[in-house]
């Protein structure tokens, strides 16, 4: 369902058109729903396949609700992509960083409104277990701020991924194994922001893009989008989270599959006062509409629920299992990328209904030892070895007493690391 609001008399946004007067406008919070919706038409294999992970995601669930040992904390390397066509939408690295702390405030449940959250959701209240931080090495092992800028002769871009694209104005993604992308730019439509959703077959699209001015705390701001909220929505939705009404149109079918969620007939603008009832919660405690998946204004949103961190969690250690675990976000080694010229490996026959072979093309000198490492899609660890003396070797990896499926081999040492998807099929 697309959602618009008029705020046509409102001073809150007040947008700036190519002749630099000011102009109101109307304000889309999120796209997200509605770019899925044509991704799903333009390819319904796609959600097919969703539906089928989407059993792996709430088994995930299912044991992180039985496991009593804390959560694994996962740092996310972020780079963010600026693509601007005036000098206000070129926003600082000031304005980047801010958006990096209030996620780090927001997914850790640091943020000082907690106190906001009233006293009968508290109990459901949760911090995940992601923190982010702007990417220290580039796809080449560079150093790099995990800021990239670009200059375009674009005046505003829609949802349909021109700007993820060098080529149509924009700026490519990197690696989406490695980093999750964050593109900035001026949106066409007055929408605000937009995620792609997880998908088992990655794609270079997978990530977010976000207005410039309702993109971190300080600086180039809207009023009413100035906490950095909107950036905290979309990377919940690239992290599989559904809207708290469930997308259902205003009735009560509809769910985000996260059962400690109040039942909630459509989006909240604005700042409601608690509590609040709709056609689908009439009693009790009332709507979450506080929670960061609804759409109310950036002040009014302070809170994840216990279900929504799980399902984060599960769907992303499915999806994106390099992603979790990316050096990223550590300064490069001085010399790395050059060692990285002569380490080569492949896996064949890839599938395989046994065992692979590992072909390792390397430098005896500069790599003396290699680790192995398998897990599942869940993220669990299957396999473990340590290969001395790996040079030159044809190595046999044999995953005969495992289930078929899709697996993330790791081959790594303190100097290179590679990583990639194999496949057992019986
Ligand atoms: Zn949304
Ligand atoms: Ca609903």
């Known amino acids: 369902m697309k959602k618009i609001i008029t705020l046509a008399f409102s001073l809150l946004f007040v947008g700036m058109n190519i002749y630099g007067q000011e102009v109101a406008s109307t304000v889309v919070r999120c796209a997200s729903d509605e770019y899925m919706k044509k991704m799903f038409e333009a390819n319904p294999a796609l959600k097919v396949q969703r539906q089928k992970d989407e059993l792996l995601v709430q088994q995930g669930v299912d044991r992180l609700n039985s496991s009593k040992s804390a959560q694994m904390i996962f740092t996310i390397p972020v780079v963010v992509h600026v693509v601007y066509r005036t000098a206000s939408q070129n926003i600082s690295d000031a304005q980047v960083q801010s958006q990096i702390d209030a996620l780090n405030e927001d997914f850790a449940r640091l943020n000082a409104d907690t106190v906001n959250t009233p006293a009968a959701f508290k109990p459901y209240a949760r911090a995940t277990n992601f923190r982010f931080c702007l990417a220290q090495q580039d796809t080449n092992g560079n150093p790099t701020n995990g ?72 600086g180039t701001l809207q009023a009413t989008y100035n906490l950095g909220r909107t950036t905290v929505h979309e990377i919940s939705h690239c992290f599989n989270l559904y809207h708290i009404w469930g997308d259902d149109g205003g009735t009560c079918g509809g769910s985000d599959y996260c059962p400690d969620t109040p039942n909630q007939g459509s989006e909240n603008y604005g700042c409601r006062t608690y509590p609040y009832y709709d056609n689908c919660t009439t009693s009790g405690n009332g709507v979450m509409f506080m929670n960061y998946m609804d759409y109310s204004d950036d002040v009014c949103l302070n ?26 976000c550590e300064a490069p080694t001085t010399g790395i990328s050059n060692i990285d010229n002569y380490f080569n490996i492949s896996a064949y026959p890839n599938p395989t209904d046994g065992i692979f072979n590992l072909d390792m093309f390397l ?64």
Request: proline fraction near 3%.
């Open 303 to 328: 809170m994840f629920t216990t279900q929504q961190s799980f399902r984060m969690n599960s769907a992303m250690s499915q999806y994106y299992p390099t992603l979790l675990s990316s050096t990223a």
């Open 363 to 426: 430098t005896p000198s500069v790599i003396e030892s290699l680790q192995l490492v398998v897990v599942d899609q869940t993220g669990r660890l299957i396999f473990e070895e340590k290969l001395s003396s790996p040079a030159g070797q044809v190595h046999q990896l044999d995953l005969r007493n495992q289930p078929s499926g899709v697996y993330t081999l790791t081959v790594f040492n303190d100097k290179v690391k590679r990583t990639f998807k194999i496949a057992l099929v019986r």
């Open 147 to 218: 800021i990239e800028r670009r200059l375009t002769t674009t005046s505003s871009f829609s949802t349909n991924n021109g700007v993820k694209a060098y080529a149509t104005g924009g700026l490519d993604a990197w690696d989406v194994n490695r980093y999750l992308n964050i593109w900035v730019c001026n949106m066409s439509g007055g929408v605000l922001g937009y995620g792609e959703f997880p998908l088992s077959a990655h794609t270079s699209t997978y990530g977010l893009v976000i207005q410039y001015n309702a993109f971190g705390r300080v």
